[in-house]
């Protein structure tokens, strides 16, 4: 045994041999992604409100205004794939941090991408944006470590309530953000960019400072030394090997929830503007949705923990529709219906993402979940890239009621993959109701 090897063992040692500093350990590590995720949401936001308003004004078109979006998911998907790596190798502290970091550079680049007008360096910044994004997401794996198998959802919803403050806040600063950003000689819409530069980092530094011992290099290390002494696993801690068929629901649970919400989320700002929308009240409708993607997580967690995640995949397909739906017949000029429409939009992804999410966790193990989970979300983040582009063109050769009409109808693939699901024998059950 090696030094560092050495090292690691004297400080995960008493959690191995302890299943009560187990599950202190699983509270503070779920404690530290809440307060992470606060300064995570702000970041996330400032991309969703403004990224395909900025890239509208200085291409001066609107054929292109999916690129922001399809950039900066883009650019999470690579993030994705690497922070999937680096926490598999060096545990979710330094992956999550590293992530974080890089989405605030990728902020500070937007802004300086916006003082110069240059349309090349903003592409390239919004890449780099992306980090960020792929890292928030990411973070809700981080709570379920330690989380045995009937509180997984909810940790998962957990770390995603506590990113509604951020989130919400980040959209309604618009105006604020964007009158600091004039007065100090910065474009208004790179304001909210600011704000997110410094969000993404803050949540880089919780990570980085406080989350020690890692939750997932004790998770393995538990794993991995109850395999050695060749033990059956626990049933209550829910460790098993990976199953496929697992993986692929969980996944496209989660892939088709994104392509859905992104496409419509980015142009629902295009076309407000279209219709008289002022800055500050496209601000108020997309803080609303994304609270509606984060804050029902509580209530989401205890239902997929309860009634099931297949249960509530097709409750997520089905409100997705009813979102497109209510999108397509909102009259333009009225805030209330676009809120409604916008609100059921965030909640049908919320649902796809927690039962989604969870899938996946039942069907990995400790030794390659990190890694598994990094490759899912580069294809969730790939979807969203998806939505993000084919939305602006969809909009710009037909119209916004098409593109909500065709994103409801997408969202009711998920009833046949439940269907699927529910036909195999070896999707995992893990005393959880499938």
């Given at each position: ?44 936001a400032a991309g969703v409100t403004v990224g395909a308003l900025l890239a509208q004004e200085m291409l001066g078109t609107e054929s292109f205004a999916g690129v922001p979006a399809a950039l900066f998911t883009l650019g999470s998907a690579v993030a ?41 360096l903003l592409f390239i910044s919004l890449l780099i944006y992306g980090a960020g994004t792929a890292t928030n997401l990411q973070a809700r794996y981080a709570g379920t470590d330690l989380a045995k198998s009937n509180q997984r959802a909810k940790a ?279």
């Open positions: 045994m090696t030094h560092e090897s050495q090292l690691i063992d004297s400080h995960i040692r008493p959690y191995m041999d302890s299943t009560d500093m187990q599950r202190k350990l699983y509270k503070r590590s779920l404690f530290i992604v809440v307060l992470s995720q606060i300064f995570g949401g702000a970041g996330l994705a794939f690497l922070v999937g790596r680096l926490s598999e190798h060096y545990g979710r502290r330094l992956g999550l941090a590293a992530g974080f970091f890089t989405g605030g550079l990728g902020a500070l680049g937007v802004i300086l991408a916006a003082v110069n007008n240059s349309v090349v998962i919803s957990i770390a995603m309530v506590s990113t509604t403050i951020g989130a919400v806040a980040g959209p309604n600063m618009v105006d604020f953000t964007g009158n600091f950003a004039t007065s100090i000689g910065v474009p208004a819409l790179g304001g909210p960019f600011l704000l997110a530069a410094a969000a993404y980092t803050l949540a880089g530094m919780v990570f980085f400072i406080f989350l020690r011992p890692d939750p997932y290099v004790v998770a393995k290390a538990v794993f991995e030394a109850q395999q050695s002494l060749d033990q059956k696993v626990d049933e209550g801690t829910g460790v098993q090997k990976s199953t496929t068929s697992g993986l692929i629901v969980g996944a496209t649970v989660m892939i088709l929830t994104q392509i859905v919400m992104v496409a419509i989320m980015t142009m629902t700002p295009i076309h407000m503007k279209h219709h008289g929308h002022s800055l500050g009240e496209v601000g108020l409708v997309i803080g609303i949705h994304v609270g509606s993607m984060f804050f029902p997580s509580l209530i989401t967690g205890v239902l997929v923990d309860k009634i099931g995640r297949t249960a509530m995949s097709v409750a997520s397909g089905g409100v997705l529709l009813l979102a497109g739906i209510v999108a397509a017949v909102a009259p333009p000029d009225s805030m209330v219906v676009l809120v409604i429409a916008l609100s059921l939009l965030g909640i049908g992804w919320n649902f796809g993402l927690i039962s989604g999410t969870a899938i996946i966790v039942d069907a990995t193990d400790p030794t390659t979940r990190a890694k598994t989970q990094g490759t899912i979300d580069v294809l969730i983040a790939l979807a969203g890239a998806t939505g993000g582009v084919m939305s602006g063109m969809v909009v710009a050769h037909s119209s916004y009621a098409t593109l909500s009409l065709a994103g409801g109808g997408l969202a009711l693939l998920l009833i046949p993959v439940v269907i699927w699901s529910r036909s195999k024998s070896n999707v995992p059950v893990l005393n959880n109701k499938t």
